[in-house]
C-alpha cells in the first residue's frame, strides 16, 4: 500500500515570492508522482509528474518538483508565485504501472498582495 | 472537446435514502475512476473501470456502495441507505486507458453529496 504526507494544510505567501509544498510519500515499490491543482470550484487539475528519468520535473504555470528516492520526497516549488495560484494543491502516487491514485491531504496555498 | 461532466453537481438527500451520481467520461477514453473526497481530505480512491467490467473495486467502503458502467461509456455510482458519513464530493474521472500504461487522468467537476 502507499501514503502521502503533506507536511503543511495551508501556506500564506505573499505575491512574487519563492513557495516550496512539501510532499513525502511511503510505498514499498517503485511509483510514479502526481502534483495536481485545484482551484475554486473547478475539478483537479494535473500540474506535473514523474514517471521516471530526470528526478526534476517542471509543469505546467511555471511549477517545477524534483523527486528525491532517499528521502521519499516529491515537493512541489515556484520561484514567483502569483495571486491566481491561490487554490488547493495535492500531492499523489500510484504503484508503477498502476493507475490508482493515493492523494495526499491537501495544502492550501494562500497568495496575497 | 468536452471534458468529464458529472450530473447532478449537488445531491442534498436525507439519510437511509437511494441515490446515483452519474459520471460522463471524455470520449473515447475506456478507463474510468471513482473517487470521494471527504472535507479537509485528498481525494479516496473507490472504483475502477477498463471498459464494461470492474478492474478495481477495492476502494468501495461497504456493500452499499456499488458502480456500473453497461455500455463502457457513461457510469453510475449508486449509493444504497445513505448515512451522514457518505457526504462527500464524488469525483469522477477517465483517462484513454488503465492498466500498465500511463495515461493521465482527467477529473470532472466532481458531485457534491450532502446527507441529512
Known amino acids: 500500500a502507499q501514503s502521502v504526507t503533506q507536511l503543511d494544510s495551508q501556506v500564506p505567501v505573499f505575491e512574487e515570492a519563492p513557495v516550496e509544498l512539501r510532499c513525502n510519500y511511503s510505498?514499498?515499490?517503485?511509483?510514479?508522482l502526481f502534483w495536481y491543482v485545484q482551484y475554486p470550484n473547478q475539478g483537479l487539475q494535473l500540474l506535473l509528474k514523474y514517471l521516471s528519468g530526470s528526478t526534476l520535473v517542471k509543469g505546467i504555470n511555471g511549477f517545477e518538483a524534483e523527486f528525491n528516492k532517499s528521502q521519499t520526497s516529491f515537493h512541489l516549488r515556484k520561484p514567483s508565485v502569483h495571486i491566481s495560484d491561490t487554490a488547493e494543491y495535492f500531492c499523489?502516487?500510484?504503484?508503477?504501472?498502476?493507475?490508482?491514485?493515493?492523494f495526499g491531504k491537501g495544502t492550501m496555498l494562500l497568495v496575497s498582495p | 472537446g468536452a471534458g468529464v461532466s458529472q450530473t447532478p453537481s449537488n445531491k442534498v438527500t436525507e439519510k437511509g435514502k437511494y441515490v446515483e451520481l452519474r459520471c460522463d467520461p471524455i470520449?473515447?477514453?475506456?478507463?474510468l475512476y471513482w473517487y470521494r473526497q471527504s472535507l479537509g481530505q485528498g481525494p479516496e480512491f473507490l472504483i475502477y473501470f477498463q471498459g464494461t467490467g470492474a478492474a478495481d473495486d477495492s476502494g468501495l467502503p461497504n456493500d452499499r456502495f456499488f458502480a456500473v458502467r453497461p455500455e463502457g461509456s457513461v457510469s453510475t455510482l449508486k449509493i444504497q441507505r445513505t448515512e451522514r458519513g457518505d457526504s462527500a464530493v464524488y469525483l469522477c474521472?477517465?483517462?484513454?486507458?488503465?492498466?500498465?500504461?500511463?495515461?493521465?487522468?482527467?477529473f470532472g467537476p466532481g458531485t457534491r453529496l450532502t446527507v441529512l
Open positions: 470520449s473515447g477514453h475506456t478507463a
Open positions: 474521472a477517465s483517462s484513454l486507458t488503465g492498466g500498465t500504461t500511463y495515461n493521465e487522468q482527467f
Open positions: 499523489a502516487v500510484a504503484p508503477s504501472g498502476y493507475s490508482t491514485l493515493t
Open positions: 510505498s514499498s515499490v517503485s511509483v510514479y
